[in-house]
């Protein structure tokens, strides 16, 4: 898909999609194939599926140094390295340098992006899973932030539409915590994560089952976007996938926009602005800065999605100052950049299965085993010294090097010994849910400003109590499952020190929804609850953010909301060829 | 110096990899194309001493040697263009220790001279194998710096990832399967006949 070198300036859209990603790409696609004139604007550069991939095929031996970060990138993208995994050199390119793309931290933040067509669906971790009543009631319930003004019924539907075009793998299980989704087959689980299977069901009387991860692979016949064919079993998502076989915006959704014929992209576009009317009172476009050129351009529509990303969504929002709107625009209750959630990691436990060792495997797995959220869901599930759950991802797997190795010293025995399969390891990995609290924001910083003149973002956000007393039960009950499926050497980990909020790369929740426009920023469909045609449907939005990876329900949102424009902007068009006739 | 203990459980995760393709030919080596090597970051004599050094880990057999496969470039390399500043000056620092130490154990007074045997010896005394404790850390636990122990298990290390990382050994003598199209549980002599997957 060409992007459009020629003069847009003075073209007016009906449409304008700010971002590429996993939401932007959405808007796009059901915006232009409702029939809308739309312009999506990327900041950073073109990705070409398959094409702009470098290094799809690279073995380790074909990097210089391997695939490990070199000084060099780890010294500019500093902020990335937190990571410790985004920086090697195989996916450093997509992401962002930190020197020329600052941030401030009052309290420490990671946050993680790329800039460029695609965004973060290019190296994203493609779990996907809905969001259930459970999670849609629970702030009502609890009298926690505000209530969502969506519940399950509502998004259901769209769940299913996104599913079924972009294909999602996995394994129902009929749990109310967890809606069954529209799966292609499963991946398999391995031999030591089908004993700790076994075991678990065994032994709890509480619900907590394992089952293979929910991802974002075709398993099974092909997928609509650049022939988008079934997973090979590489392992090298991050690096783009030259069979399409992971849903990306590159592979799937731009393109579909594109076929329309009604997308016009163009990158290298940094939206700082969107332009309100105040006698409309709407907004009537949005103002950029060429990232390449640095001249400041405006272009015209009826619609505006913001899907910058949560952050640069709300970051933009708040650069939008006028007289109506002096604290930016849709700020009137106060809580545009408030309520920062991401989803807290970096606990659980690992150990070592013995017994396996005539066993292996065949391919690499980009997947991993998952237990859904079994805590607090009534009964004997319910904890009083916390709020919400969690759930955890892992794995087993033999590492490369035998255990031999360490006994020998050197000579022809560790040779032979350096080529053979290493122990069985397991390791669960839990992600917990993070209530939403004001006091964890991000803010513009007027006085350090990128070279774009543009003023940074300055971050003040942790977790709190909830999420502190939940880790406890996080690391406690990894290691008791590990510990009832006969592991050995089973240790329960709390990395203290990498705990910081954006490191989770699930950062949300600076625009949310609401019934009340005093207590939120967008209503139930989206909308910028004071200019109606502003949507906002990145992570932004987000009310609560259980504890499911939430790339998922961002698409589902995005095209509900964009599905809603389409019908208000027709029925708009209609309303003003009316108008015209009255008058002629 | 080093003792053996039930202690400490040494692990080998360390997470590099690679080497360049063409075929590194250096004094003891047995291929008999010779290419030039200059050490981007090793002073010659250390380079030297490091051709030497890692194919007492991994002697030729019926395999490639440790240097038949360029491990003593990938480890100039790497500290050269991956170590942070920091990390380079305590390996130099450690490097240059190491070769004083080995010098004096053999009673050598140039160190060009170390023959396999002396510096098998010396492995012996100062590299830890599983259960041993670092004796010389535990008298100087905050030592910033790396310990002649340490310092030989770091090496060992390098030397055995820049080897299951080379191109001929990742593709010919690991299993090797770029595009493998599928993933099951299977036993492990029918799938791989014992060797461990070049790529994970």
Not at chain 1, 152 to 157: C, E, F, R, T, V
Not at chain 1, 306 to 333: E, H, T, V, W, Y
Not at chain 1, 453 to 458: A, R, S, V
Not at chain 1, 493 to 522: F, W
Request: glycine residues 8%; hydrophobic residues 35%; aromatic residues 10%.
């Amino acid at each position: 898909m060409a992007t459009k070198t020629i003069d847009i300036s003075n073209e007016q859209f009906d449409a304008i999609v700010v971002g590429t990603g996993i939401s932007g790409g959405w808007a796009a696609k059901e915006l232009c194939e409702k029939g809308l004139k739309t312009l999506v604007l990327e900041r950073g550069r073109n990705i070409e599926h398959v094409k702009d991939y470098p290094t799809a095929h690279k073995d380790p031996w074909d990097f210089p140094n391997g695939e490990s970060a070199t000084r060099e990138t780890k010294e500019r993208k500093f902020k990335q390295h937190r990571t410790g995994y985004v920086t090697r050199e195989p996916n450093q390119h997509f992401f962002v340098d930190d020197i020329k793309h600052p941030y401030n931290e009052k309290r420490r933040f990671d946050w993680i992006r790329g800039y460029h067509v695609g965004g973060r669906s290019l190296m994203w971790g493609r779990q996907s899973y809905r969001l259930s009543d459970i999670d849609f009631e629970a702030n009502k319930k609890e009298g926690i932030g505000v209530d969502w003004p969506v519940r399950y019924k509502d998004i259901a539907p769209w769940y299913d539409k996104v599913e079924e075009f972009i294909g999602i793998s996995g394994e129902n299980l009929g749990l109310p915590q967890l809606p069954d989704q529209k799966l292609l087959k499963p991946m398999d689980l391995n031999c030591v994560e089908e004993h700790l299977k076994a075991r678990m069901s065994e032994e709890f009387d509480d619900g907590r089952l394992l089952t293979i991860g929910r991802t974002a692979h075709i398993t099974e016949g092909t997928k609509p976007g650049l022939g988008r064919v079934q997973c090979q079993y590489r392992n090298r998502c991050m690096r783009g996938c030259p069979y399409g076989a992971y849903f990306s915006s590159n592979s799937s959704t731009l393109p579909a926009a594109d076929a329309t014929g009604n997308m016009t992209l163009r990158t290298h576009s940094v939206v700082y602005e969107v332009i309100y009317d105040e006698t409309k009172q709407l907004a009537t476009g949005v103002r950029i800065i060429d990232a390449e050129t640095k001249e400041k351009i405006e272009f015209k529509a009826k619609v505006i999605f913001l899907c910058a990303s949560s952050m640069a969504s709300a970051s933009i929002l708040l650069q939008s100052k006028s007289s109506r709107f002096p604290k930016g625009l849709g700020n009137d209750s106060g809580e545009l950049g408030q309520n920062i959630m991401d989803h807290h990691f970096h606990v659980g436990a690992f150990g070592i299965a013995d017994g396996f060792e005539d066993k292996y495997y065949k391919g690499r797995r980009p997947n991993g085993l998952y237990i859904p959220r079994f805590r607090n869901l009534g009964g004997n599930t319910d904890k009083k010294e916390f709020l919400r759950g969690y759930g955890y991802q892992g794995g087993a797997s033999r590492s490369s090097i035998s255990e031999m190795v360490a006994e020998l010293k050197y000579g022809p025995k560790l040779k032979e010994a350096i080529l053979k399969p290493g122990e069985w390891n397991i390791s669960l990995l839990a992600f917990g849910e993070t209530l939403p609290d004001s006091s964890n924001r991000m803010y513009m910083n007027y006085d350090i400003k990128d070279e774009w003149g543009l003023p940074t973002i300055t971050f003040d956000a942790d977790f709190g109590k909830n999420e502190l007393a939940m880790r406890k039960d996080m690391k406690e009950q990894a290691v008791k499952m590990l510990e009832i499926a006969g592991f050995k050497n089973v240790e329960g980990y709390d990395l203290e020190n990498r705990r910081a909020m954006g490191l989770g790369i699930h950062e949300m929740g600076t625009a949310r929804m609401g019934r009340d426009p005093k207590t939120s920023v967008l209503n139930e469909h989206n909308q910028v609850h004071t200019c109606k045609n502003v949507y906002v449907t990145d992570g932004a939005f987000m009310t609560s953010s259980g504890c499911q990876n939430p790339s998922l329900t961002y698409m589902a949102f995005t095209a509900r909301a964009a599905h809603h424009a389409a019908e208000q902007f027709k029925k708009n068009l209609t309303q003003r060829k009316l108008n015209l006739k009255d008058i002629t | 110096m080093k003792r053996r203990d039930a202690i400490k459980r040494m692990g080998y995760a360390a997470g590099f990899v690679v080497i360049t393709p063409t075929i590194l030919g250096i004094l003891n080596s047995c291929t008999t194309e010779v290419a030039k090597w200059t050490p981007k970051f090793l002073m010659p004599e250390q380079a030297q001493f490091l051709i030497k050094l890692v194919n007492v880990f991994l002697p030729k057999t019926s395999l490639p040697s440790a240097t038949d496969v360029n491990v003593p470039e990938f480890i100039d390399r790497y500290v050269d263009e991956i170590f942070t500043i920091e990390d380079q000056q305590i390996f130099k620092a450690a490097f240059s220790n190491t070769m004083t130490k080995i010098s004096m154990h053999q009673g050598l007074e140039i160190l060009d001279e170390v023959e396999d045997f002396q510096i098998k010896a010396f492995l012996d005394e100062h590299l830890m194998v599983k259960d041993e404790v670092d004796i010389e850390r535990e008298a100087n636990p905050d030592f910033k710096g790396k310990t002649t122990s340490e310092f030989l298990n770091t090496i060992k290390t390098m030397t055995i990832q820049a080897y299951l990382t080379n191109e001929k050994i990742g593709e010919d003598v690991l299993a090797y399967e770029p595009i493998p199209g599928a993933y099951y549980c299977g036993d492990l002599k029918s799938l791989t006949d014992g060797k461990s997957w070049s790529l994970d």
